[in-house]
């Protein structure tokens, strides 16, 4: 595997201050690789040790384990971890929360001398983590007047078109179907009289970060997406959302509509076959995967590192060298 350029990351003079975050698209090994370096690196940095930091934004719910690929207990090798099960079912997540407890979790882990590793998939809540951003307010008046509008025939369309002329840089930034972001865009417009691209993260960090991303041949990571959507159903994931469902899950504004979740309810309902839901999962999250390659293709301070399943070269052990190296550059 080739060296990849660390010549823009940042030198420090208290490396075990540097936070570390493993990103890239669903279903790259980011967990493992997580565990790998809080395990490793400590002792490297002058850390006692390592301690992970979710960046999943489904993974702040309780019971929802599997959907999620939430690492069990008994395999995250004593390694606590941070936002994870924080949140009921009943509740909705909220990045600035998450910004605001997330960064608390980072700063005890500093100050017991250890090594803060994040580690997920959510684009956003990564950015609002890592980087230098302010969350504008919310007006609950407001936002459940855009929220009715998008459930009326052709809402959400409507409201994405508003977006377009309002803010076409969001509009382009945003999935013409995601009716929850668009909401969100369009009552910062309103509530700031600004463009909510304004508000978007800079590429800027808040603290001193390196961050790494796993990158797989496309056909190779959709082939280990088939594989673990598969699992997930032989483990149980319609079993793990009908208890859910019994909890409240179908009548939640984010966590019913979740991919798994909204083909399992769809099982549950009869609606469809556990192989369509497989089919249906697989499809979305390969989508999903492309999307975040493309978000996180922006970021000029990400170091990619290459995997592949052909090759010692760019085994997951050959990763975790990589990544070690470019984490220890830093402090030379």
Same mark, same amino acid.
């Given at each position: 595997m080739e060296m990849p350029n660390t010549a823009s990351l940042p030198r420090l003079a208290q490396p075990s201050q540097l936070i570390i975050a493993v990103v890239g698209p669903t279903a790259s090994g980011k967990s493992d690789l997580a565990l790998d370096l809080a395990q490793s690196l400590p002792a490297d940095m002058g850390a006692h040790a390592g301690e992970l930091v979710s960046a999943d934004a489904l993974q702040l719910y309780r019971g929802m384990d599997?959907?999620?690929?939430?690492?069990?207990? $008994? $395999? %995250?090798r004593g390694i606590p971890h941070h936002q994870i099960d924080v949140l009921e079912i009943s509740d909705e997540a909220s990045v600035a929360s998450y910004q605001r407890y997330a960064r608390a979790d980072i700063a005890q882990i500093h100050a017991r001398s250890n090594l803060a590793v994040v580690a997920g998939g959510s684009g956003l809540y990564q950015r609002a983590l890592l980087d230098q951003i302010d969350f504008p307010g919310t007006d609950p008046q407001l936002r459940k007047r855009l929220e009715e509008e998008s459930c009326q025939p052709g809402g959400v369309a409507a409201l994405f078109h508003r977006l377009e002329e309002l803010d076409p840089v969001s509009a382009q930034r945003i999935d013409a179907h995601n009716a929850r972001r668009i909401i969100r865009a369009?009552?910062?417009?309103?509530?700031?009289?600004?463009?909510?691209?304004?508000?978007?993260?800079?590429?800027?960090?808040?603290?001193?970060?390196?961050?790494?991303?796993?990158?797989?041949?496309?056909? $190779?990571?959709?082939?280990?997406?088939?594989q673990r959507t598969r699992l997930m159903f032989d483990q149980g994931l319609v079993e793990?959302?009908?208890?859910?469902?019994?909890?409240?899950?179908?009548?939640?504004?984010?966590?019913?509509?979740?991919?798994?979740?909204?083909?399992?309810?769809?099982?549950?309902?009869?609606?469809?076959?556990?192989?369509?839901?497989i089919?249906?999962?697989?499809?979305?999250? %390969?989508?999903?995967?492309?999307?975040?390659?493309?978000?996180?293709?922006?970021?000029?301070?990400?170091?990619?590192?290459?995997?592949?399943?052909?090759?010692?070269?760019?085994?997951?052990?050959?990763?975790?060298?990589?990544a070690r190296r470019v984490v220890l550059s830093v402090l030379q």
């Open positions: 599997i959907g999620t690929a939430k690492t069990p207990i $008994e $395999e %995250r369009l009552e910062v417009i309103e509530l700031t009289g600004k463009p909510y691209s304004s508000s978007m993260p800079q590429y800027m960090y808040a603290a001193p970060t390196v961050m790494l991303a796993l990158r797989w041949p496309m056909e $190779e990571l959709d082939q280990r997406i088939a793990e959302t009908r208890e859910l469902d019994r909890l409240g899950l179908r009548h939640t504004k984010t966590a019913a509509k979740a991919t798994g979740y909204a083909q399992a309810l769809a099982v549950i309902d009869g609606d469809m076959t556990i192989p369509e839901a089919d249906s999962v697989a499809l979305a999250t %390969r989508q999903l995967a492309r999307r975040q390659v493309k978000w996180l293709r922006r970021d000029p301070r990400i170091v990619w590192i290459d995997r592949s399943v052909d090759g010692a070269t760019t085994s997951a052990e050959a990763a975790l060298q990589t």
